[in-house]
């Protein structure tokens, strides 16, 4: 991969990471409701999910380069559009409405819970399988080695999302205050709560279950 496109794949990856969505959001919401310690669970949980994500992302774009190379065109304009469309949304939407455990209901409050619980909103979860094709079919190179080009988009990625994910864990309270003050209203019912819990509350909650 030339330094171009590494430095074009790691900047739109870093935008990415930076915005609001999913993982980072659930990571801010379990750092107010327990502390930062839980960034021990929260965070390897997450570079697991995501690297088993962009393992099979990549290895079937790899199958798909091979056996029929003219479908990654129309998967990279459509990706790239959805990639707009998705940072565009998270800042509109903060957490894609992922349910979180509130103050009634904290089943993952314990370090194996939160970890699994978070694997399977990286790993398992559509939305980050489609978030990995439409970022990697961008700078596939067919004319390079795939297992060169794999260890590149990995560390590259996992790298800018350690560092991402730590800084939103350490600074959860201020960014949660922020991503609060500049997100719409939204329905209180329950199937539409949003990721961004309050920090009183859960950490009452979770108080009250612990006493």
């Known amino acids: 991969m030339s330094l171009e496109h590494w430095l074009a794949f790691a900047a739109l990856s870093a935008v990415c990471l930076m915005s ?12 107010l409701g327990q502390g930062r310690k839980s960034m021990l669970a929260t965070i390897p949980a997450a570079i697991l999910g995501s690297l088993l994500a962009m393992a099979l992302v990549i290895l079937s ?19 790239g559009a ?19 455990a509130d103050n009634d209901n904290l089943p993952q409050e314990k370090p194996l819970r939160i970890m699994r619980y978070v694997f399977a909103q990286t790993g398992l979860d559509r ?24 260890q590149v988009f990995v560390e590259t990625f996992l790298g800018l999302a350690l560092v991402s994910w730590l800084a939103a864990a350490i600074g959860a309270g201020p960014l949660h205050r922020f991503i609060r003050s500049h997100s719409p209203k939204r329905s209180t019912r329950r ?9 009183s509350s859960v950490t009452a909650g979770y108080r009250k279950i612990a006493a």
């Open 20 to 31: 609001p969505g999913r993982v980072p959001m659930l990571i801010v919401s379990y750092a």
């Open 191 to 199: 199937r539409d709560r949003n990721v961004l819990i309050s920090s």
């Open 61 to 79: 774009l790899g199958w798909l380069q091979f056996v029929a190379p003219e479908i990654l065109d129309p998967i990279r304009w459509i990706g």
């Open 127 to 150: 939305r980050s399988y489609a978030f990995f094709v439409a970022l990697i079919a961008q700078f596939l190179d067919p004319a390079a080695p795939l297992p060169e080009q794999a």
């Open 82 to 100: 959805y990639l707009v469309f998705a940072v565009i949304r998270t800042w509109r939407r903060p957490g894609g409405g992922v349910p979180l």
